[in-house]
Nanobody, 126 residues
Framework: QVQLVESGGGLVQAGGSLRLACAASGLTFSTYAMGWFRQAPGKEREFVAGISRSGETGYADSVKGRFTISRDNAKNTAYLQMNSLKPEDTAVYYC????????????????????WGQGTQVTVSS
């Protein structure tokens, strides 16, 4: 079965950086678009970043210029590099994936994804 396992979360001061990783198994990774979402306490889950099979990327306005999504098909892993972190970035971050025929498409709606990881906590202190 498909499994997504996030790692790399933690506590960091404002202005710092973290790199999240999402290790995927049970799938042909190169045929999946990948995404990162987050959910803060009392708030709805929101899109953070998405990456297509061929590496096209898209970002939420709130993280554009600070976060970078990438993928390594040889390692079956997706990454989220987060720089210049702010307290408002505090949330549980979830990795997600969907098998797609379209090589250049990434997705920004949670309903477009099928598989989800368990999440990793990111806390940014002021």
């Amino acid at each position: 079965q498909v499994q997504l396992v996030e790692s790399g979360g933690g506590l960091v001061q404002a202005g710092g950086s973290l790199r999240l990783a999402c290790a995927a198994s049970g799938l042909t990774f190169s045929t999946y678009a990948m995404g990162w979402f987050r959910q803060a306490p009392g708030k709805e889950r929101e899109f953070v970043a998405g990456i297509s099979r061929s590496g096209e990327t898209g970002y939420a306005d709130s993280v554009k210029g600070r976060f970078t999504i990438s993928r390594d098909n040889a390692k079956n892993t997706a990454y989220l590099q987060m720089n210049s972190l702010k307290p408002e970035d505090t949330a549980v971050y979830y990795c997600t994936s969907v098998k797609t025929y379209y090589t250049s498409s990434y997705y920004m709606r949670g309903q477009d994804y099928v598989y989800w990881g368990q999440g990793t906590q990111v806390t940014v202190s002021s």
